[in-house]
Structures are given as C-alpha cells and as structure tokens.
C-alpha cells in the first residue's frame, strides 16, 4: 500500500542545508537556515545554559511527565519575559510548546476546533512554514501585502488596505513581533499604533509570532508592538520561540500565550489548550523548559543571559553594516538593509541570481533574495559582496 505514496518536495529551506551538507567545496557558504553563527561559523551554547545545565544536573531530582502545559516556574517566567508589568498574569492561558513552531499548531488546532469559519490573514511574504501549520489545522488562509514593490520595505498603505477591505470580525491576523521573517522590515511605532486601531476596528484578533525577542533592539523594546496592541485588544495570542535567544534549537522550547479579557476566562481557555496538546504530543520534553526556567530564575543567571543576548545581536548587527559596506566599495546600493532587524535580510536578489551563487560560487541563499545575515563573518564577507556584485551583473 505505501508503494502508492509520491515524493514530497524538499523543504525551500532546510532541503538547501541538505545540498549545502553534501557541496565538496570547502569555501562554501551557508546563508540559509535560520541560525545564529559566531565569527567561526559555528551556533554557540551560550555560557548561561551551560551553567544552568550544570545546576540541573546537580539538582534534578526525577524525568517523569511535565504537565500538559509545563511547569509553572518556566510559564510563569516566560509570561514576565514577554508581557514585563505590562499585563496581570492570570489574564494569560499559557503553555510550553516544542519550539515556536509547536505554539503556532497548538494555537491553530484550538482556533480550528472553536472557531472553524475563522481565517488567519498571514504577510506576504511570511516564514515558509506558516500557511502549512494553520491549513493543516484545517484553517483557511488569506494573504496581505507586506513587500514594496522594490522589496527594500513596507508596503504600508498596501498592509492597511487588505486588511480594511478583506478583513472580516473574526479572522486572525498573524503578525511578526519583530525581526519579520524573512525580511527582517518592521512596522515603525505609529505603524503599529495604526495596525492596532484598525484590526480593534474591523474586530480582527492579532496572533503574534515572537520567534526573534533580543535579535531587534532589545528584550524590552522587541515587545513595543505587544505592548501597543494590547491597548486595543483584551484578547490576543502570542507564540514564542526560545531557539534563538537561548540558543536552545534542538532542545525545541516554546510557548503559547493566549491573552484572555479577564481571569475568569483563563481557566477555560487553558483547559482547551491543554486538550490541542493532549492529542499531539501529549506534554512537552523537560529538558529545554528546566534551562529557561533555571536561568530566568537565578538573577545572576538572566543578567549573563541578557548580556549575551546583546552580544548576538550586535554580531548581527555588525555583519549587516559590514556587508553593505562591502557592497558599496563595489559601487552597489544596499544601504535600504540598514534598517531591517534580526537576522535576516532581504536582499532582492531574484531566484536566478541565487542559484547561479549557488551552482558557481557555492553561496547559499534562499530562492527569493534571503539571507541569514548572522552567518557573514569578517573573513567570509569580502568573498560573499564579490559573488554578489558579479551575479547581479552577470544573471
């Protein structure tokens, strides 16, 4: 019988880790997937979860099952990192998920299971994975502008007017906390304020996806845009990731956060949340959520943590002031990637030109022009801007 199944197609991202895995060149260079390089090119174990892993190692008293939404020290830590004073904690329904990812799942399973005729209006363009998550929850999509047309910025009006004409009370927004992948443009603050009033207006809910807190301008201002929705919004959801800022991607920590009117409505909505996970993959693994509660519980811990947190982010920081530098001694303009944030760039490099890098220089980049900036160092950089300039004079 399963003779029958076809092919799948390879994943638009990690299939490219796969080729770039089996490239013989030695001068290779990988600006794909979504990790953070240090100046060798390798993803760190930050100090912080080492040491913390040290405490659990010496403390840990047993590995039996988690509660269905984790233990309360790591959600009750993780709604103090997004939320700060900014909202009362019992408001919030909140569980950890297996990464990112297994927030937004378990978010679209309970929207689906109660609110079926909902869509989710998603960026165009957005992160890869996002229209698959929520049609597999069996939720309908919608796309709103996102890109000018030069793919150097927001297409503000373009956002606004989607939204305002398409939209409907009821549907999900699915926005990017910050660092928006894959373009790494943000909404400026009075943006956000207009985007606020106007899903508040049209009675569209807003899901955040907060896969990059630390990787913009900070822990703190990277939750501007929660903040200023929820002055317009009793209810939202927030999706977390702790993969970047902690290092911890194969550890797959996450968190679903759903903002309720009131506490008394909490308790309901966990209990739905807690039935979204039940049924996949029952409780979440230990290990990951006993870091982050560990080193968001010792001071000493956090304030480690923060300062490497701010090490990562201005590595990136410099790598993308670097390339565009690169680029300009080459006489090309590509002072529009300043203003992006985290780690990734949109370079508006066409499909053509990434895959001649690929094939003739071995640099790998994703289709539409994105790149991981964190993955430029100081020795590669020089090679990557000479690579760039001739595939966009030559294809």
Not at 11 to 31: A, C, H, Y
Not at 137 to 153: C, P
Not at 288 to 308: Q, R, S
């Amino acid at each position: 019988m399963f003779e029958s199944i076809p092919l799948a197609p390879p994943d638009s991202i990690l299939g490219l880790m796969e080729v770039f895995d089996k490239d013989p060149r030695p001068e290779k260079i990988n600006l794909t997937v979504g990790v953070f390089k240090d100046e060798q090119g390798r993803t760190p174990i930050l100090e912080s979860v080492k040491l913390a892993e040290q405490k659990i190692l010496a403390t840990q008293k047993t590995k039996s099952y988690l509660p269905i939404e984790g233990g309360a020290d790591f959600t009750q830590a993780v709604v103090k990192l997004v939320f700060g004073d900014a909202i009362d904690e019992s408001r919030v329904a909140a569980a950890h998920t297996p990464g990112g990812t297994g927030a937004l799942r378990a978010s679209a399973d309970t929207i689906a299971r109660h609110f079926p005729h909902a869509r989710v209006w998603v960026s165009k363009p957005t992160w890869a994975n996002h229209v698959a998550v929520f049609e597999a929850a069996g939720l309908q999509t919608e796309a709103y502008a996102y890109l000018n047309a030069s793919k150097t910025g927001l297409d503000f009006e373009g956002m606004m007017s989607d939204l305002r004409q398409r939209g409907s009370a009821g549907d999900f927004v699915c926005l990017h906390a910050c660092c928006h992948n894959p373009t790494g443009i943000d909404p400026a603050p009075d943006q956000w304020e207009a985007i606020s009033a106007l899903l508040a207006e049209k009675k569209m809910i807003p899901l955040l996806d907060f896969a990059y807190q630390g990787f913009g301008d900070g822990l703190f201002e990277d939750a501007q845009a929660l903040r200023t929705l929820m002055k317009d919004h009793a209810e939202l959801i927030v999706c977390s990731s702790f993969s970047k800022n902690f290092g911890l991607y194969s550890e797959r920590v996450g968190a679903l956060l759903m903002v309720c009117k009131d506490a008394a409505t909490e308790p309901a909505v966990l209990s739905q949340i807690r039935t979204s996970i039940r049924c996949n993959y029952s409780n979440p693994p230990r290990h990951g959520e006993a870091i982050v509660a560990t080193i968001l519980g010792d001071p000493e811990l956090t304030a480690l943590w923060k300062n490497e947190v701010d090490a990562m982010r201005a590595r990136i920081s410099s790598m993308r002031h670097m390339f565009i530098e690169g680029m300009s001694r080459l006489g090309r303009d590509f002072s529009f990637l300043q203003s992006q944030k985290g780690m990734f760039s949109y370079t508006g490099l066409n499909p053509m030109q990434a895959d001649w890098l690929k094939s003739e220089r071995a640099i790998y980049i994703v289709g539409t022009g994105r790149i991981n900036v964190a993955g430029i160092t100081s020795t590669n950089v020089d090679r990557l801007c000479r690579a760039i300039d001739e595939a966009c004079g030559t294809v």
